[in-house]
Structure formats: C-alpha cells, structure tokens
C-alpha cells in the first residue's frame, strides 16, 4: 500500500455538504456551550446546556433537520460521500437514542450531566482574571442547567424510565463530594487565591459566590436524587437485551452478533490469559502472574514517588514516543507534537484524554485523577496507557484530525466520535507498541497484558450481564450477578479494588461503552491484515495510518467502507 500523498496537501474547496456539516456544529454549540469549550470553540464559555426537555428537545431538532438536508445532498467527492455516511449513521443514531427517552433519563457514574457539567472547568483556562471572571461566571450557571436535569429525569421516570438504583445511589454521593468542604468546587476557589497574577476583588468576590452556589445547587441534586428519584429506580443492573443493541450501535457504529462476540471474547481472554502466564515466568523464572505482578510492584525500577514524579514520567514517556514514531511509522504535524501529561484536579483514579482546541492554543492533555491519599505509584501497569493516550493513541489519532483543516470540515474534525473507532484504535496503538518493541522489558509487557485482560473480561462482563448471556462456569454459571460480576473481575485485574469498583458500577451504568475497545481493535485490525493482503509487497503500514487516521472518528462500518471501497 503506497502513497505520496503530502502530509500537508492543499486545501480543498469547501463543497454543499461541508456547509450542511459546518451549519450544523454551529448550532450543536450555540446549543450546547459545554461542547463548545471542550472542543475548543470560543465565545460561550460564561454558559452552560440547557438540559431541560426543551433543551434535548432543542438538540432534536438540529438533528432532524441535519438529517433531511444530508439526504437531499449530492457528494461532490469521496470526503463528501464519508461526511453524509458518517453524519447520516451518528444523527440517526443520536435519533434513535433520543427517542427512546435514553438521553432524558442519564444519570450514570460516568457520563450524565452530573459529570460533564462539572468536567467541563477542566478544560476552561485559568491564566487571566477574565479567565476566572468566565468561570466565575459559569459557576453561577449551575444551578439553572442542574435544574433543567432534574426536569428531564421527573418526566423520563414518568414515562417509567429510571436508571438503575446502584448507579442513583453512586451519582448522589459524587454530587455531595463534589459539594463538599473539600471538593471540587472549594478547591477551585482556592486556586484562584493562588494564582499569579491572582484576579481582582471584584472577580473574587463572585467567584466566592459561584462556587457556594455550585456546592448548593449539588447538594439539592444529591439530595432529589436519593428522596424523589431512589424510590423509582429499579434493583435489577441489567439494561435488558433490546436496549442493549441500541447503545452498542450507538458506541460502535455498527451492529455485531452479539452472541458471537461474547463467545469471542471470552477466547480472547482466554488467550491473553496463557500469554500472561508466559510473561510472568521472563519476569521472575517460574513465577505465576500473581507472584510476579508482587514483585513487580516492589520492584524500585517501576516505582514512582508523589504527583509530581508521576506526572514528569508521563511526560518524558509521550515525548520520547513522538521523537521515536515520528517520521518513521507515523507523520506527526508540529501542533500534534505538543502533549502536557495533567495531574486531574478530581480524585477517581481514571486517567484520560483532552483534545486540543480548534487552534492548538490548548494542547491535547493526559491527566491522571490520583485518588486521595496515594502517593506511590508503579510504572509497569501505565507504561501501556501512556501510549494509549498519548502518542500513537488518543492524541495522535485526534490531534491529526483536528489538524487536517484543509480537508476535511469542522464536524469531522471535532465533534464526530465514535468510541469503537476512537478507543479500538487506542488499542491498537497499544498492541502495535508492543509489536514495534517498546514493550520487550517484560513488567512493562505484562502491563500490557493486564490492561488487555481487563479490556477482554468487559467483553464478557458486559454483553453478558446486560443480555442475560450465561455466566461463565468460572463464577458458576447460571445467571449473572453484581457478586459475580466482582468476582469475574477481580479474577482478570490487580488493579486496586477502589478503582476496579468504580469500573465495575461503570459497566454497569454505561451498557456497551466498555466493550467498544475491544471490538474496536478487532475491526482495526482486521482492517491492517485485510489491506496487507490486498497489497502484497507494496503494504506501507505508515501510509495505513496515515490514511485511516485521515478519516477522522466515523462509524465502524463507515471506516470499514472508506478504507475498501472509497
């Protein structure tokens, strides 16, 4: 597979369906100014989504109307035909989502509004006192947007919609943390006391008073969450085969067999299992994975002490990645280059990925949310998960689309996601890591290895509990179970139990997010093989990259089109 084309190539004329596309993210943002600053578009910083019913409402209607004019268009060229594919399956999705009253009933460990109203001062800068004045600002906007959400779940549980009562009890008690004496909110404020130049009186004083209306505003949500929404919420954790299908599509953008891929995925596990096994003899001779993962964990090579450490290893780990990928495997642009590793300013152990802004004046960040109270960390498990978020992973992948503004148009560039592309190809840069040798030492390896465990057990996890699949004979079999679910878990990770509890109430609060990186990565890879054996000897696997990553975020299924037939 060959290619000259230039990593830079002139711009291409904007075409009908590029104004549909462009139109479109316009009135996404206006409508959704959350959206607006994690995308890096300014203007609306100061606002926040109106998550009432008239504001999903609102969004609705954008996307009909999306929808109908993408019908009607012509495709001048194979980027355009890409766009209306894509668009036409993320919309339509969006639609059937909708529809089915998913949006209005959000209420999860990890993505409802919850969550996105108060992640999004992470990404607001903090250099200027016009930068404290927007958030300040926004600060006082809480209250209204928290309201709006408690509109949305009344009317969602009288129709009989109610997430289930485990992930209710959890998003209140995050709602009193970040509410309380020292959370988030009161932590943000003092940041502002220590900033240089710190901002005026003025801007101090409401900040003072955006934040006491914050911490209000989510004490009263904790507080309708366990006294009017609690009492309605069903026991049982399973969302139930139907509903199931329909979020799977919507975070593949695909539909898969679902039997067959659970049956897969518990071979995969299987797999990775004995290739653990394997590793942990290189790293003490005759070891099994629990002996050797101990002595990894005390081993001084791998240990790290205090935040700061933790972040400047981060650090060091992406940008010896980009030095050594760049030119050789990957073309990386000078913007996408630039990575900051972030100590999060919340505490629940995840690490993630921020994208860059529209113009590159915000680097795309890694940060990692170190629970309170710990202050050692070991290296060998997040080696993996530095390339999975930085470079080749999540930064590569979404820093050269939002760089790709001479071709492709501002949807595709910034607001089109969809996790099985996105994390599937996170994966993939793992596994290619490894294969390119970046993970020969062999703590490093079986770091990777646990972290594909992981990945494989959701699989399972996952599809099973929610579709009422059998449970493997490894926890009884017969049906699933929260208790089993923990035990199959806990069987397939080290990870610390706090962080792997979180994980767990995550599956179970966000159906068919958590299979998506495996699934993904099957498809990527599928993909490679497929086009290495369509082209023989002239395969370029730099050129591969390079071409699907083009593409930006689509479908699966528009990926799979675009890289064969387009």
Same mark, same amino acid.
């Given at each position: 597979?060959?290619s000259t084309?230039?990593?830079?190539?002139?711009p291409?004329?904007?075409?009908?369906v590029?104004?549909?596309?462009?139109?479109?993210?316009?009135?996404?943002?206006?409508?959704?100014?959350?959206?607006a600053?994690?995308l890096?578009? /300014?203007?609306? !910083?100061?606002d926040?989504?109106? @998550?009432?019913?008239?504001g999903? &409402? #609102?969004?609705?209607?954008?996307?009909? +109307?999306?929808?109908?004019?993408?019908a009607?268009?012509?495709?001048?060229?194979?980027?355009?035909?890409?766009?209306?594919?894509?668009?036409t399956?993320?919309?339509?999705?969006?639609?059937?989502?909708d529809?089915?009253?998913?949006n209005?009933?959000?209420?999860n460990?990890?993505d409802s509004p919850?969550?996105t109203?108060?992640?999004v001062?992470?990404?607001?800068?903090?250099?200027t006192?016009?930068?404290?004045?927007?958030?300040?600002?926004?600060?006082a906007?809480?209250?209204?947007?928290?309201?709006?959400?408690?509109?949305?779940l009344?009317?969602?549980?009288?129709?009989?919609?109610?997430?289930?009562?485990?992930?209710?009890?959890?998003?209140?008690?995050?709602?009193?943390?970040? /509410?309380?004496? !020292?959370?988030?909110?009161?932590? @943000?404020?003092?940041?502002?006391? &220590? #900033?240089?130049?710190?901002p005026?009186? +003025?801007?101090?004083?409401?900040?003072?008073?955006?934040?006491?209306?914050?911490?209000?505003?989510?004490?009263?949500?904790?507080e309708?969450?366990?006294?009017?929404?609690?009492?309605?919420?069903p026991?049982?954790?399973?969302?139930?085969r139907q509903?199931?299908?329909?979020l799977?599509?919507?975070?593949?953008?695909?539909?898969?067999?679902?039997?067959?891929?659970?049956?897969?995925?518990?071979a995969?596990l299987?797999?990775?299992?004995?290739?653990m096994?394997?590793?942990?003899?290189s790293?003490?001779?005759?070891a099994?994975?629990?002996?050797?993962?101990a002595?990894?964990?005390h081993?001084?090579?791998?240990?790290?002490?205090?935040?700061?450490?933790?972040?400047?290893?981060m650090?060091?780990e992406? !940008?010896?990645?980009?030095?050594?990928l760049?030119?050789?495997h990957?073309?990386?642009?000078?913007?996408?280059?630039?990575?900051?590793?972030c100590?999060?300013?919340?505490?629940?152990?995840?690490i993630?990925?921020?994208r860059?802004?529209?113009?590159?004046?915000?680097?795309?960040?890694m940060?990692?949310a170190?629970?309170?109270?710990?202050?050692?960390?070991t290296?060998?498990?997040?080696?993996?998960?530095?390339?999975?978020?930085?470079?080749?992973?999540?930064?590569?992948?979404i820093?050269q689309?939002?760089?790709?503004?001479e071709?492709?148009?501002?949807?595709?560039?910034?607001?089109?996601?969809?996790s099985?592309?996105?994390?599937?190809w996170?994966?993939?840069?793992?596994?290619l890591m490894?294969d390119l040798g970046?993970?020969?030492?062999?703590?490093?390896?079986?770091?990777?290895?646990?972290?594909?465990s992981?990945?494989?057990?959701?699989?399972?996890?996952d599809?099973g509990?929610?579709c009422?699949?059998?449970a493997?004979?490894?926890?009884?079999?017969?049906?699933?179970?929260?208790?089993?679910?923990?035990?199959?878990?806990?069987?397939?990770?080290s990870m610390?139990?706090?962080?792997?509890?979180?994980?767990?109430?995550?599956?179970?609060?966000?159906?068919?997010?958590?299979?998506?990186?495996?699934?993904?990565?099957?498809?990527?890879?599928?993909?490679?093989?497929e086009?290495r054996a369509?082209?023989?000897?002239?395969?370029?696997l730099?050129a591969?990259?390079?071409?699907?990553?083009?593409?930006?975020?689509?479908?699966?299924?528009?990926l799979?089109?675009?890289l064969?037939?387009?």
């Open positions: 597979m060959t084309r230039p990593v830079a190539p002139s291409r004329p904007a075409t009908p590029d104004e549909i596309a462009e139109q479109y993210v316009g009135r996404i943002v206006a409508l959704s100014p959350i959206q600053t994690t890096g578009l /300014a203007g609306l !910083d100061t926040l989504d109106d @998550l009432s019913p008239d999903l &409402a #609102a969004l609705s209607d954008a996307r009909k +109307a999306t929808l109908t004019r993408l009607a268009a012509a495709p001048r060229d194979d980027t355009d035909r890409v766009t209306v594919a894509a668009m399956e993320r919309l339509g999705l969006d639609e059937e989502i529809e089915a009253g998913l209005a009933m959000a209420c460990v990890i919850a969550q109203v108060r992640e001062f992470d990404v607001m800068p903090t250099k006192a016009e930068d404290w004045w927007r958030i300040a600002r926004r600060l906007a809480i209250p209204e947007a928290l309201r709006g959400w408690k509109v949305s009344t009317e969602a549980a009288g129709r009989g919609l109610v997430s289930a009562s485990r992930q209710v009890s959890a998003v209140a008690e995050q709602a009193t943390d970040f /509410a309380s004496p !020292d959370g988030f909110f009161v932590a @943000l404020g003092r940041r502002a006391d &220590a #900033a240089d130049p710190p005026g009186q +003025a801007v101090r004083e409401e900040l003072t008073t955006g934040v006491e209306q914050a911490r209000t505003a989510y004490r009263e949500v904790a309708f969450l366990r006294r009017d929404l609690l009492p309605r919420a026991e049982a954790d399973g969302c139930g509903r199931y299908d329909l799977s599509r919507g975070f593949l953008g695909s539909r898969v067999d679902l039997a067959e891929t659970y049956a897969w995925g518990q995969e299987a797999r990775i299992t004995e290739e096994r394997v590793v942990a003899g790293v003490r001779n005759g099994g994975v629990a002996e050797a993962t002595a990894l964990d081993d001084p090579r791998y240990q790290l002490r205090g935040t700061d450490a933790l972040r400047d290893w650090q060091t992406a !940008d010896r990645a980009v030095d050594l760049a030119g050789r990957f073309d990386i642009p000078d913007p996408v280059r630039r990575i900051e590793a100590i999060a300013p919340t505490h629940s152990g995840g993630y990925y921020t860059p802004s529209e113009d590159f004046s915000r680097p795309g960040r940060w990692w170190v629970p309170r109270g710990v202050t050692e960390f290296t060998w498990r997040e080696l993996t998960t530095v390339y999975h978020e930085g470079v080749p992973g999540h930064h590569l992948q820093g689309t939002a760089y790709r503004a071709a492709l148009n501002l949807w595709r560039r910034t607001m089109s996601w969809t099985g592309h996105g994390e599937g996170a994966l993939y840069a793992e596994r490894d970046f993970l020969d030492d062999p703590g490093n390896r079986l770091g990777m290895l646990e972290a594909q992981l990945r494989a057990a959701r699989v399972v996890l599809i509990l929610h009422g699949f059998p493997p004979e490894q926890v009884g079999a017969g049906a699933w179970t929260y208790d089993k679910a923990w035990t199959f878990l806990t069987a397939h990770s610390g139990r706090d962080m792997l509890r979180f994980e767990l109430h995550r599956y179970l609060g966000w159906p068919g997010q958590a299979p998506s990186y495996k699934i993904g990565e099957r498809v990527w890879l599928q993909l490679r093989d086009a369509r082209h023989g000897r002239d395969f370029d730099r591969f990259h390079r071409d699907a990553l083009d593409l930006g975020s689509v479908g699966l299924d528009t799979r089109t675009a064969t037939a387009w």
